[in-house]
């Protein structure tokens, strides 16, 4: 704050010690300072967020859960802020991810577009002829769930019949058809309303760009972990439930392992991508990743927690099990959720 011997509003005089004006209340402040000072500051903020940075890296590699007893002391002006921390990382992680999925997507597109890889469709194509009124006057084939077994249906197939989907296949590498009309060849307009979107969406994800696909899932995925950390949270509260601590105590050990794992995980992304070629090694940095953040879990957890090995394992077994599932499942609701909104 750059403070004034005058209010700028009513023109009281001030002491220094005022934040704001004791007769209007306006914020003792001068906003109207030069592109020099202005700079002055930025490059003096930089480096104060530098410095708590610089405190904040030994404990947060070389000492875990330090960071998080720090805090949940209150001894947190010298250490980084753990959201912004987060937030840093997490970005730096995604970035890399994204940036290693649209390469492997496009390998694949580009293996794809071989001309071995044309000569083995044309030969099929050749092979194989699709005669599409005799599969049309035939009836489907649905699943019996209750019986467990293959059996003859009719409008019931799910979600087409198998001359819609021979159809379907025949036409989707048709670039000249667009997607609305290859929807509208189907003639499944008394469908129910989940057949028809879930059709429209079989169609666009085919007949759209694979990389911007991939790229939303990404994105989408780091809304769900941050959306995950709460949880976890609560997951260690339930497992501490007889200490009392707050729950806030929870979420901020919940980011800072967070933090951690993503910084490894990136970091491994971009030796295994991008600098080793050997598959040898591939599975060594990822092993020696894994071992790497379980471990660091581990410490984090005996530091936080304070409670003896015996204790410390059985909760930290038991929470990174019923995490494990939980990650499993959002991850299957986030693909899932993916593909119907793109």
Same mark, same amino acid.
């Given at each position: 704050?750059?403070?004034?011997? !005058?209010?700028? !509003?009513? +023109? *009281?005089?001030?002491?220094?010690?005022?934040?704001?004006? #004791?007769?209007?209340?306006?914020?003792?402040?001068?906003? %109207?300072?030069?592109?020099?000072?202005?700079?002055?500051?930025?490059?003096? %903020?930089?480096?104060?967020?530098?410095?708590?940075?610089?405190? *904040?890296?030994?404990?947060?590699? =070389?000492?875990?859960?330090?960071?998080?007893? &720090?805090?949940?002391?209150?001894?947190?002006?010298?250490?980084?802020?753990?959201?912004?921390?987060?937030?840093?990382?997490?970005? =730096?992680?995604?970035?890399?991810? %994204?940036?290693?999925?649209?390469?492997?997507?496009?390998?694949?597109?580009?293996?794809?577009?071989?001309?071995?890889?044309?000569?083995?469709?044309?030969?099929?194509?050749?092979?194989?002829?699709?005669?599409?009124?005799?599969?049309?006057?035939?009836?489907?084939?649905?699943?019996?769930?209750?019986?467990?077994?293959?059996?003859?249906?009719?409008?019931?197939?799910?979600?087409? &019949? !198998?001359?819609?989907?021979?159809?379907?296949?025949?036409?989707? %590498?048709?670039?000249?058809?667009?997607? +609305?009309?290859?929807?509208?060849?189907?003639?499944?307009?008394?469908?129910?309303?989940?057949?028809?979107?879930?059709?429209? +969406?079989?169609?666009?994800?085919?007949?759209?760009? &694979?990389?911007?696909?991939?790229?939303?899932?990404?994105?989408? /995925?780091?809304?769900?972990?941050?959306?995950?950390? #709460?949880?976890?949270? /609560?997951?260690?509260? /339930?497992?501490?439930?007889?200490?009392?601590? /707050?729950?806030?105590?929870?979420?901020?050990? *919940?980011?800072?392992?967070?933090? =951690?794992?993503?910084?490894?995980?990136?970091?491994?992304?971009?030796?295994?991508?991008?600098?080793?070629?050997?598959?040898?090694?591939?599975?060594?940095?990822?092993?020696?990743?894994?071992?790497?953040? $379980?471990?660091?879990?581990?410490?984090?957890? &005996?530091?936080?927690?304070? +409670?003896?090995?015996?204790?410390?394992?059985?909760?930290?077994?038991?929470?990174?099990?019923?995490?494990?599932?939980?990650?499993? $499942?959002?991850?299957?609701?986030?693909?899932?959720?993916?593909?119907?909104?793109?």
């Amino acid at each position: 704050m750059r403070k004034t011997k !005058n209010c700028l !509003n009513c +023109q *009281t005089p001030l002491d220094e010690v005022y934040n704001y004006c #004791p007769l209007c209340g306006q914020q003792n402040d001068d906003k %109207n300072v030069s592109f020099k000072e202005l700079s002055q500051d930025l490059f003096e %903020n930089f480096f104060s967020f530098d410095s708590r940075l610089a405190h *904040t890296f030994f404990p947060f590699f =070389f000492k875990p859960g330090e960071l998080t007893k &720090k805090y949940n002391e209150g001894k947190r002006f010298t250490y980084a802020n753990p959201i912004r921390l987060y937030i840093i990382v997490s970005f =730096f992680y995604f970035f890399v991810l %994204n940036s290693m999925m649209g390469d492997l997507t496009r390998e694949f597109s580009q293996a794809l577009d071989t001309p071995e890889v044309d000569s083995v469709k044309t030969a099929i194509q050749n092979e194989v002829e699709f005669n599409l009124d005799s599969i049309k006057n035939s009836p489907p084939i649905m699943l019996n769930i209750e019986g467990d077994s293959l059996a003859e249906g009719d409008e019931n197939s799910w979600p087409l &019949k !198998n001359w819609q989907w021979e159809l379907l296949y025949d036409k989707l %590498n048709d670039n000249t058809i667009s997607e +609305q009309a290859l929807y509208d060849s189907l003639k499944i307009e008394d469908r129910s309303a989940l057949t028809k979107l879930t059709i429209k +969406q079989i169609i666009r994800i085919y007949k759209r760009d &694979k990389e911007t696909l991939v790229s939303e899932i990404v994105q989408n /995925l780091s809304v769900m972990m941050f959306i995950l950390i #709460p949880v976890f949270a /609560l997951l260690l509260k /339930l497992m501490y439930v007889r200490r009392k601590e /707050l729950y806030i105590n929870h979420l901020i050990h *919940t980011i800072h392992l967070h933090t =951690f794992a993503f910084f490894i995980y990136g970091v491994a992304i971009v030796l295994v991508h991008w600098i080793f070629e050997s598959d040898a090694v591939h599975e060594w940095t990822m092993m020696i990743t894994l071992f790497i953040v $379980f471990t660091y879990s581990f410490l984090s957890f &005996k530091r936080v927690y304070s +409670q003896s090995w015996k204790k410390t394992i059985f909760k930290y077994w038991i929470s990174s099990w019923l995490y494990f599932y939980i990650l499993i $499942f959002a991850i299957l609701i986030e693909l899932l959720i993916s593909l119907l909104i793109f």
